[in-house]
């Protein structure tokens, strides 16, 4: 049960709404809903995939965070170019933990940032010349190297240059895919279409490759999907699909690598985490190769069971006895952690707002230690994200899409959550308000959180969070008594 009513839910959204000017407040108006299970398409009752309004402060990325950031970067053995001026490269490095092995820089290059730095003359003149010697520097630095991808900023795109025939130039020359990708950070709403335009340079630079190559397969063969290794999460996966008999042939994108890509066209079955992403590249993979795919959850317990036993339904006999060891296997180890963390966190209050697939995935694993989400929303979710999503969540539980600043505050404000699960830029003002905070992007530098062994490190750290003691010693800044406030200000004059 949400801890508010339908009428309840309807009335707080009126009167956060009531702060705006007539045409912002028609248009958030649309994003924001109380849940209702009764609906059976989310369009109904909540519209995603919008433009932000200007002046609120949306907490989205752009379409070369979704190509460079999510989907691409972490594809370890190749060198993925922030092609435009230095920044966006710069901030964007390594900021998702996605975890790999390999030597760096000899034959990995995730945490390196490479990038053209373009200055004056190149908007002026163009980068095309650049791009060219930065990829045959990159050749003879690294000669390890298995590729490169080009990740379109923005000034790309407005100044036309040919990354596509500097691109087919050095393949041809390094005889090694070089992969220009359009995800100049204007295109689309939000870092969303950067994951699709991502996908596409897939389809059409590396999918194929290995088209006319012989492969031992088995029948047990599938690829992990939509997994970034966020804390080492794609290794805590592959385990129980190993355990279960299955062979992990790739994994997109964390800890993953060119040849895995180029293998994944060969698998019996595509496992999607997270759907929003990579939907895109399982879809065509069926279409061109007949390769099903299929959505699975493994965060908590309860869903990690259903979810293996989904994915053993698609094999033999042996398969789903197999898929049965596992969860009987870890069943003492997850029913330990619930048995010690449970009774700290039963009842606990949590409000989430995040990407892809975690509004609606981690609900599962919240409620196996006895927490209820009240509140959920995603940055940049789509409608198929919500239509999964309102079957997750009770009725009357606050939906809200594309959440701004002022919004995310107010409703905290009025729902008290005990938890917040959300993103870096959030975090700060939620905790100097006082209110347990965790960073659900990257696990606030834990994890790994998906699998058995990623339970037990998700309840360890919802406990550490929401019961630290630090919570009650604490009072917002800006509700500190004026004179106080001036008094500290002469002390340390
Ligand atoms: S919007 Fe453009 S300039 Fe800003 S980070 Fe994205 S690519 Fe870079």
Redesign the pocket.
């Known amino acids: 049960m949400s801890n508010m009513t339908l009428e309840e839910t309807k009335a707080l959204i009126q009167e956060v709404l009531e702060a705006y000017p007539d045409k912002a407040r028609k248009d958030r108006a649309k994003h924001l809903a109380a849940n209702d299970q009764s609906v059976e398409q989310s369009k109904k009752c909540i519209i995603s995939n919008r433009k932000s309004q200007p002046g609120v402060m949306t907490i989205r990325?752009?379409?070369?965070?979704g190509s460079k950031g999510v989907v691409w970067g972490p594809i370890k053995d190749m060198v993925h170019i922030s092609h435009?001026?230095v920044?966006?490269g710069a901030?964007?490095r390594a900021g998702r933990r996605n975890y790999y092995t390999g030597h760096t820089g000899v034959n990995t290059f995730g945490t390196m940032n490479f990038t053209s730095d373009f200055q004056e003359k190149d908007i002026v003149f163009g980068g095309d010349k650049k791009l060219e010697k930065l990829i045959d520097e990159i050749e003879q630095l690294f000669p390890l190297v298995k590729g490169v991808s080009v990740q379109?900023?923005?000034?790309i795109g407005l100044i036309g240059d040919d990354i596509e025939a500097v691109a087919k130039k050095k393949t041809k020359e390094h005889g090694k895919p070089v992969v220009p990708v359009r995800?100049?950070?204007?295109r689309g709403v939000s870092q969303s279409l950067g994951h699709h335009i991502a996908n596409d340079a897939i389809r059409d630079h590396v999918l194929g490759n290995r088209d006319d190559q012989a492969f031992e397969s088995t029948p047990y063969d599938v690829a992990i999907i939509g997994d970034y290794n966020i804390g080492g999460d794609a290794w805590s996966s592959r385990i129980l699909l190993e355990e279960m008999g299955l062979r992990v042939v790739a994994q997109w994108s964390g800890d993953g690598t060119l040849p895995e890509m180029e293998l994944t066209p060969k698998v019996k079955l595509n496992l999607i985490h997270c759907y929003r992403s990579m939907n895109y590249i399982s879809r065509y993979m069926e279409e061109k190769y007949s390769i099903p795919w299929m959505e699975y959850n493994f965060f908590g317990p309860t869903k990690i069971a259903e979810s293996l036993r989904k994915i053993a339904a698609f094999f033999d006999e042996t398969i789903q006895a197999n898929a049965e060891k596992v969860i009987e296997k870890y069943q003492a180890e997850y029913e330990a952690v619930i048995a010690k963390y449970r009774p700290r966190l039963e009842g606990k209050k949590v409000m989430l707002y995040v990407g892809g697939l975690r509004p609606r995935h981690v609900i599962g694993a919240y409620e196996d230690l006895g927490m209820e989400v009240v509140g959920t929303g995603y940055e940049f979710a789509h409608n198929d994200d919500y239509d999964r999503t309102i079957k997750e969540v009770d009725n009357a539980t606050l939906l809200y899409d594309d959440v701004t600043g002022y919004e995310f505050e107010e409703f905290v404000k009025r729902v008290k959550p005990d938890l917040i699960g959300s993103g870096i830029k959030e975090k700060y003002i939620f905790q100097k308000m006082g209110v347990p905070f965790r960073q659900m992007h990257s696990w606030d530098y834990s994890g790994p959180y998906h699998g058995y062994d990623g339970f037990a490190i998700f309840a360890r750290d919802m406990d550490m969070t929401v019961n630290n003691p630090c919570w009650n010693s604490m009072q917002a800044p800006w509700l500190k008594p004026a004179a106080a406030e001036t008094e500290a200000t002469a002390a340390s004059a």
């Open positions: 990325g752009c379409a070369y965070a435009g001026p920044g966006c901030y964007s379109s900023e923005c000034p995800c100049e950070g204007f």
